[in-house]
């Protein structure tokens, strides 16, 4: 079975703290997307990569940065966490990128 | 940029009832998917249905059907024979191949005994 892998399920930082939030695929997908989720909001697109060490912006990538030195890991860096980045955030796969396959997110809570 | 917009932030529905969500989009472009996805209190996105703009033919799996309106820009999910475990929340996306899944806010579907 398919799997999208995020190292946390919960989380709590404090304000000014560096955070990573990892993701790890074993589907050999070459494709790898992060969102964080509000209420009110749905799921918001913050970075996405089409391959190994290649980044895009997604709709609101501001304070955040992306790491993908591996295919089937891509991390997704909090540089100084504050407290409006408290929020869900998922982890998401594709091969073609049409169907995507979500991990089980991660619930961040900035202090 | 691509909108997706669920109006209706909360539904309800009886048991062994139908319920429709609502969605609507905008693009410009004419090749583009459309999804209905589930999340449930595991959090987990569960891909409930997905429709290809070129295909005239909504498509259909098992309870769960769409009517795609392309010139509205609509995308409705019709359930059928409501059951307890269709309790949860359904977001919208679409997506064009080149820039990743947009969703719409999302509404909270509830099944009532």
């Known amino acids: 079975d398919v799997k999208v892998t995020q190292s946390s399920r919960y989380l709590v930082k404090r304000t000014g703290e560096k955070v990573f939030l990892e993701c790890v695929q074993d589907?050999?997908?070459?494709?790898m997307f992060w969102y964080r989720q509000d209420p009110g909001l749905g799921l918001r697109l913050i970075y996405f990569?089409?391959?190994?060490?290649?980044?895009e912006k997604g709709d609101i990538p501001e304070g955040y940065s992306v790491s993908r030195e591996k295919k089937e890991r891509f991390s997704l860096i909090l540089e100084s966490a504050s407290t409006n980045q408290t929020s869900m955030y998922l982890c998401a796969s594709s091969r073609d990128r049409t169907l995507y396959t979500f991990g089980s997110g991660t619930r961040l809570t900035v202090v | 940029a691509q909108t997706v917009t669920q109006s209706q932030p909360e539904m309800s529905v009886q048991e062994a009832e139908t319920v429709t969500l609502s969605c609507t989009y905008d693009t410009s472009e004419n090749n583009y998917y459309l999804f209905w996805y589930k999340q449930p209190p595991s959090r987990q996105m569960i891909l409930v249905i997905r429709?290809?703009?070129?295909?005239?033919q909504n498509a259909t799996e098992n309870r769960f059907s769409v009517n795609f309106q392309k010139a509205a820009k609509s995308f409705s999910l019709k359930i059928s024979d409501s059951q307890l475990g269709d309790t949860a929340m359904y977001f919208c996306a679409f997506m064009n191949r080149f820039n990743g899944m947009r969703f719409g806010a999302g509404t909270r579907l509830t099944v009532k005994p």
């Open positions: 990569s089409y391959d190994v060490k290649m980044k």
């Open positions: 429709q290809e703009a070129y295909k005239q």
């Open positions: 589907m050999d997908h070459e494709n």
